[in-house]
């Protein structure tokens, strides 16, 4: 490696480790999270490795019951058997109560299980629970990307719909992204006017614009979605403001509704949107609107065949960010918006903080980074420049 | 509608006075006759951009009345002016093909597409760029972009054309050929031009009129010859080529001759008389054009003196010959070089003459004191 070769990687390495152990390794760790599924084998090993060679017709040997006793005796503490019974609660509901209930009756017990075992817990007298277990030993599993996708696996091993009560992933998706093509929308045709006015102004004049518009943007958003949510309160500042005005006789209700989903995220995200178009307008100058209306344009007709193409980079540019930003947000909505606005990082942090269950978190993270990098995608071919760097 | 006794434009009284109080253009009286080719040339910020921007409905008189063909074009928006612009920086749409860029103009024109397809293809062909129709402008080198930007300002058949210093951006031989181009185009299709620069070869090879303007107003307006040869006052004559420029004391006047002493009672030398010149004992200026000046003695040049070869420098075509000159000071000569004939040295003391016509005498009023070479 030459000297220069080897000075360039020497400046490029800080950025590469920083992307390697802040990105890769961690969407690298969730995506093995999402499919990785040891809890019953660590929990269980013995039953695992007893019902790994069952062909899972009829009723397990009873191989099988002395290894479950065997294991569920001998683990009497631990985070393992825990783990076990969450993950087997996951996939069918009650089971968790069934396991706790068999640890408890279990010393009592003697051989033969396959006897004295599904007389304490009828359960166990039958075949699909046994095929729970038996499944649940795979180390790899698609049943969390699948539940995200309002999917499940029967005992039988194909795949069905999860009831309907049941069934909230792919609205949150579908609420996902609708709240955030919305925004995105929203902040577009609020940032270009905003835009062109300030690349109208003079430099002084614009300097000063730019600072409102820069002042929120430093602001941190928890501060900003907090100020609405004491702006929006039903005894708050602007329902005060609309009563007294006498544009409406009773406080309506504007916190914890969609409506204040939108205005708080477009707030936030709105700079976003307005900071490349502004440069992108910025740059234009006169000369072609000046062509234009030399060649017989009148002013509409600069604007369509001229300023806009031109000035569309930057829409896509903004479009692009906004969008991707406001796929993510979790707290703007949650403090503002009601159980029915909530978006899928709302669940993220469900799964995270109540329920630790990780490999749900894993799956909806990873089904949001694919669908958001497919709409992406989509947008790019249909409009060029969506997503990619602006051109002069 | 036109009636061909009227110019084409007029000015009339026309101010542009910008924010801060900056007059721009005093005072303007100008006419564009129909067909004709006229330059605008001057120093930048001396008023000829703005003149033509006003013209284009880009900027709007802030006192005065610009008529086309009789009418006032005051309160007539650009887009109904049916001007044909050609922008210093060609303003070629980006994002249209060639093809597309000509056939705007005739789209805003509702133009059916058969005719709009004829039109765009027959003006391309005019400006040789017809292979080029379906590229975008980014693809295309310099001198094309500018044969795009004529090609579209002319594709609609407008009442008139205006150019901005639009050879500006090209190399000296592309700038060349472009104006002779630009000179065939305006004399095959008779259209009224107006053109803008700051290039005296420019001005001087393609006008019909030249008008030079300074701080706001025509200082002169005339053929290019007349300009060249006859300026009018100082500043026409040093921003319009190259001059030996002597001070001088007016001695006598008499039958288009001034006489006048070099410095302060150095040699008398000739110059030609013109109304409004320097009076007797007055302060002058005399200038003298390099080429002028003939490095032999000649039966009824006036002005015949010696001079010493102080320097010579080569210019390919030319050599410019630096001359002492007792009683006088520095001349400059400029000769042809020709195969055969004898060189010049340094220390060569030779006869240096130049007739009274070739010499202008101007009077050295208080402001242009102060301006010193202008």
């Known amino acids: 490696m030459s000297k220069k070769s080897r000075i360039s990687w020497l400046l490029v390495a800080p950025l590469l480790v920083l992307v390697t152990v802040g990105f890769l390794l961690p969407i690298g760790y969730t995506m093995v999270k999402a499919v990785e599924n040891p809890e019953v084998t660590a929990a269980l090993p013995r039953t695992a490795a007893v019902l790994d060679t069952w062909d899972g017709e009829g009723m397990p040997p009873e191989a099988a019951f002395d290894a479950l006793v065997e294991d569920i005796r001998s683990s009497r503490s631990g985070l393992e058997f825990g783990a076990m019974t969450r993950r087997l609660n996951f996939e069918l509901n009650g089971s968790r109560s069934v396991i706790m209930k068999t640890r408890r009756t279990v010393d009592a017990l003697d051989a033969p299980y396959s006897e004295s075992l599904p007389v304490e817990i009828a359960e166990w007298g039958d075949p699909e629970f046994w095929r729970l277990i038996k499944t649940n030993s795979n ?152 062509a234009a209306a030399s060649l017989g344009a009148p002013p509409w007709r600069q604007f369509l065949s001229v300023y806009l193409p031109l000035t569309l980079p930057g829409v896509a540019a903004g479009a692009a960010m906004v969008f991707m930003l406001s796929v993510g947000f979790y707290v703007t909505p949650a403090l503002v918006g009601g159980l029915q606005d909530q978006m899928v990082s709302y669940y993220i942090a469900f799964f995270t903080n109540q329920s630790i269950n990780f490999g749900m978190v894993a799956a909806l993270s990873l089904l949001l980074l694919v669908f958001t990098g497919a709409i992406i995608l989509i947008a790019h071919r249909l409009i060029p420049n969506v997503g990619g760097a602006i051109r002069a | 509608m036109s009636s061909r006794t009227e110019p084409l434009v007029v000015f009339d009284s026309v101010d542009k006075v910008y924010e801060g109080g900056v007059k721009v253009v005093d005072n303007l009286n100008l006419r564009v006759e129909h067909g004709e080719f006229l330059t605008l040339i001057g120093p930048s910020g001396s008023g000829k951009t703005t003149t033509l921007m006003m013209l284009a409905g880009f900027e709007a008189p802030t006192k005065g009345i610009i008529r086309f063909d009789g009418a006032p074009l005051n309160d007539v928006p650009t887009y109904k002016r049916d001007f044909g612009i050609v922008f210093q920086n060609y303003a070629l749409f980006p994002h249209m093909t060639v093809a597309e860029n000509l056939a705007f103009p005739l789209r805003m024109r509702r133009e059916n597409k058969a005719v709009i397809a004829e039109r765009v293809r027959n003006t391309l062909d005019m400006v040789k760029l017809s292979a080029l129709s379906d590229r975008m402008p ?119 001759c001034v006489t006048a002493h070099v410095g302060q009672g150095g040699v008398a030398v000739r110059a030609h008389a013109v109304a409004g010149g320097p009076a007797a004992g007055e302060q002058a200026t005399l200038m003298v054009r390099p080429e002028c000046i003939q490095l032999f003695h000649r039966d009824g040049f006036e002005n015949n003196v010696e001079g010493r070869v102080t320097d010579v420098i080569y210019h390919g075509d030319h050599v410019r010959l630096c001359l002492s000159v007792e009683g006088i000071g520095a001349l400059v000569a400029r000769r042809p070089v020709v195969t055969g004939e004898p060189g010049f040295a340094e220390g060569d003391v030779l006869p240096v003459s130049w007739s009274a016509r070739d010499m202008h005498a101007f009077t050295i009023d208080p402001s242009e004191r102060t301006e010193g070479n202008a």
């Open chain 1, 139 to 290: 180390p790899v599993t698609a049943s969390y990307l699948l539940r995200a996708l309002d999917l499940q696996v029967t005992p039988g091993g194909s795949i069905e719909r999860v009831p309907a009560d049941r069934a909230i992933f792919l609205d949150l998706f579908m609420r996902t992204f609708w709240i955030s093509i919305w925004v995105t929308v929203i902040c577009a045709f609020l940032a270009y006017p905003t835009a062109y006015y300030i690349s109208t102004l003079s430099d002084r004049a614009a300097s000063y614009a730019m600072l409102l518009v820069l002042v929120p943007f430093w602001t941190s958003i928890l501060v900003r979605t907090t100020a609405w949510f004491i702006l929006l309160q039903t005894e708050g500042p602007v329902n005060m403001a609309l009563v007294w005005s006498s544009i409406i006789d009773e406080p309506i209700q504007l916190i914890f509704t969609r409506f204040a989903v939108y205005v708080a995220m477009v707030h936030v995200l709105l700079p976003f949107q307005i900071l490349p178009l502004y440069s992108v307008m910025k740059r234009q100058g006169p000369q072609y609107l000046r």
């Open chain 2, 138 to 256: 980014t693809q295309l080198s310099g001198g094309q972009q500018q044969r795009v930007a004529l090609a579209r300002a002319l594709v609609f058949s407008p009442r008139m054309v205006l150019m901005d210093e639009p050879l500006g951006a090209l190399d000296k031989q592309l700038r060349e050929h472009m104006q002779l181009e630009i000179k065939r185009l305006h004399e095959d299709l008779g259209i009224a031009m107006l053109y803008v620069t700051h290039d005296q070869s420019e001005a001087l090879t393609m006008s019909d009129r030249v008008a030079v303007f300074e701080q706001g107003k025509i200082q002169q307006i005339g053929s290019p010859r007349d300009v060249y040869s006859r300026p009018s006052n100082r500043f026409v004559a040093s921003f319009m080529g190259e001059n030996n420029r002597l001070d001088a004391t007016v001695a006598g006047i008499s039958e288009e």
